[in-house]
């Protein structure tokens, strides 16, 4: 984007779409409807780019991992295979708690009305992010 933020310096770029994991399904049924929602960029203790995003597979809502190769934006980026949660929750984030603990939020259930903040503990492990202790 212009410094103003106000216009495209660029042609746009397609880092990744929901059809590139294999469990995605189409989020309204009988309608070509697959989803990337509420995208979130965290840089890993590592250096390395990851996003977390939200999509529809036959379980519900999940929440998805992407990669990039270079460890910026503008690298080549792929979809990790499997869900960090599978199952009724989305809308990702990740922060860090008053005593320095990694902390990846999210809502659950994906039921109108219902939804509540789910807390849980971000590890950083073997090249990827794991969820564990449920905190709230």
């Not at 989803?35 to 979130?40: A, E, F, H």
Request: net charge negative; proline share 3%; with cysteine.
């Amino acid at each position: 984007l212009s410094e103003d933020l106000k216009s495209a310096k660029s042609q746009p770029r397609v880092f990744w779409k929901a059809s590139d994991h294999k469990e995605v399904v189409d989020a309204i049924k009988g309608r070509e409807s697959k989803v990337t929602d509420g995208p979130y960029l965290y840089r890993c203790k590592n250096g390395e780019l990851i996003c977390i995003w939200s999509s529809f597979n036959k379980n519900g809502y999940m929440e998805v991992v992407s990669r990039s190769d270079n460890g910026d934006i503008d690298g080549n980026w792929s979809v990790v295979s499997n869900p960090i949660i599978d199952g009724d929750g989305g809308h990702g984030m990740i922060f860090k708690s008053k005593d320095d603990e990694t902390i990846f939020v999210m809502h659950s259930p994906n039921t109108a009305g219902l939804e509540r903040a789910r807390l849980y503990k971000l590890i950083e492990k073997d090249n990827t992010i794991v969820l564990e202790k449920y905190c709230g």
